[in-house]
């Protein structure tokens, strides 16, 4: 099935994926799914330079905007929910998808992907995405370091002097 979505690149940088519900998508809507409630997903750093993300769920208290993780998580991405969506019966929080990076991925050899990572390039609002493949992609050290794109924290660093406004956080 092929899934309508509108691009929208933000003034700072972010990159927001819109899903347009249509009768094929509506059809495939169910209110047991959580991703259902997913209206887009939006990106804290340029997608090339990503050749892996992590994928979590978390209990946040609005449906959409930042969201945070302790730890010394990075998010680089995150779902936004549409105005519907319900709060979660037992923890009266709402329960979004968010992408990250732990410490290490940043300089991570990719002849080994950690297990769980999904390639950010498959990742739609409802739709859960799939595995890195490791025959498209060069084996060796992240896009950053092979010159293939820009580091995410100097790509966050530059964005940060141009707007202010702190978008990949490190």
């Not at 994926?17 to 495939?28: N, S």
């Not at 390639?119 to 498209?136: F, H, K, Q, S, V």
Request: proline share 10%; net charge positive; hydrophobic share 40%.
């Amino acid at each position: 099935m092929i899934i309508p979505t509108r691009t929208l690149q933000h003034p700072d940088g972010r990159v927001e994926i819109v899903r347009l519900l249509t009768g094929p998508a509506l059809g495939a809507w169910s209110p047991d799914k959580t991703l259902s409630f997913e209206g887009s997903l939006m990106w804290l750093c340029p997608l090339e330079s990503l050749d892996y993300v992590r994928v979590g769920f978390v209990h946040a208290p609005r449906r959409t905007g930042r969201v945070a993780l302790a730890g010394g998580l990075a998010v680089v991405g995150y779902a936004n929910l549409h105005a519907d969506a319900p709060p979660h019966p037992r923890h009266n929080a709402f329960v979004r998808r968010v992408f990250y990076w732990r410490p290490e991925d940043l300089d991570r050899n990719l002849n080994r992907v950690p297990e769980g990572a999904v390639d950010p390039a498959t990742l739609l609002p409802g739709y859960e995405g799939a595995p890195p493949d490791l025959d498209g992609i060069k084996l060796g050290y992240p896009r950053h370091l092979r010159g293939d794109a820009k580091h995410p924290k100097q790509w966050a660093r530059d964005v940060v002097a141009q707007s202010q406004t702190l978008v990949c956080v490190e």
